[in-house]
């Protein structure tokens, strides 16, 4: 299968070290996929989890090999999240590396086209995300049994020949207060993009996966690897898109 090239993906919030990490389907996408950058826009390992109870799986050791075996080759950014925040620590004594992998709290990437783009997990902003709602932290219980349940569904749902489904996305697209909410974190963070005069952000956190395109800024959040398994990807033309695991085109933004 050839692979299909890119300038470079985004990707954030895989929660390395949880039941919930779709580790393997993640390895299926980085099979059918070249690029010359990688930017992990935080969230990677979830130390919150690993802190209380330990779970790791070969897939999820797998996916860190692949990281750092990219980094001798090509550029990877580690943008740190929330449940990695513990490197931050480490952030403030010296220059600290994961290997070959420069970590920081953002950056601005330019694109093909020479656009200017925010690289923020966003965690910055839970001050403004206080009533966000049960759907956006990892660590509450509901959250954990919808995503639980999801994995039991999909695993029926695959003995029929049916596709991955992502039961918490449905939730949050029916559920009127959780996409207000999401809204309005999409509104703090294009404004603070504005207000520091750079022409677009992606970001993680909400695992809402989302491309918007406002004419002077444009939004966009790469998703997760616990439901939605998606992430953002830029063209050798400098065109953006919203892939799944499978390739599978979700949105696309020309700036």
Not at 5 to 27: E, P, V
Not at 166 to 193: C, D, R
Request: net charge positive; hydrophobic share 40%.
């Amino acid at each position: 299968m050839k692979k299909k090239k890119f300038k470079a993906i985004f990707i954030s919030d895989i929660h390395l070290g949880t039941k919930h990490c779709k580790a393997s389907l993640l390895l299926e996408l980085l099979k059918k996929v070249k690029f010359e950058y990688l930017y992990l826009i935080g969230d990677i390992v979830d130390l919150w989890a690993l802190n209380s109870h330990w779970y790791w799986d070969k897939d999820h050791g797998k996916v860190l090999e692949k990281f750092l075996k990219y980094s001798r080759k090509r550029k990877v950014h580690y943008i740190l999240g929330n449940h990695d925040m513990v490197f931050r620590n480490l952030l403030l004594k010296n220059e600290f590396q994961f290997g070959d992998i420069p970590l920081s709290d953002f950056i601005v990437y330019q694109s093909v086209k020479g656009k200017r783009i925010l690289l923020i997990h966003g965690d910055q902003f839970d001050g403004f995300m206080r009533n966000l709602g049960w759907l956006y932290h990892l660590g509450d219980k509901t959250y954990d049994f919808v995503v639980f349940f999801n994995t039991l569904l999909n695993r029926t749902r695959k003995l029929f020949g049916k596709e991955y489904w992502s039961l918490a996305g449905y939730l949050k697209k029916k559920k009127k207060t959780v996409l207000a909410n999401v809204t309005k974190f999409e509104t703090i963070l294009i404004q603070y993009a504005r207000d520091h005069e750079v022409d677009g952000v992606i970001c993680g956190h909400t695992h809402s996966p989302s491309l918007r395109n406002l004419e002077d800024c444009i939004y966009m959040n790469d998703g997760d690897w616990v439901d939605s398994c998606t992430f953002i990807a830029e063209t050798m033309e400098g065109d953006f898109y919203l892939f799944d695991y499978k390739m599978k085109e979700l949105g696309r933004v020309e700036f």
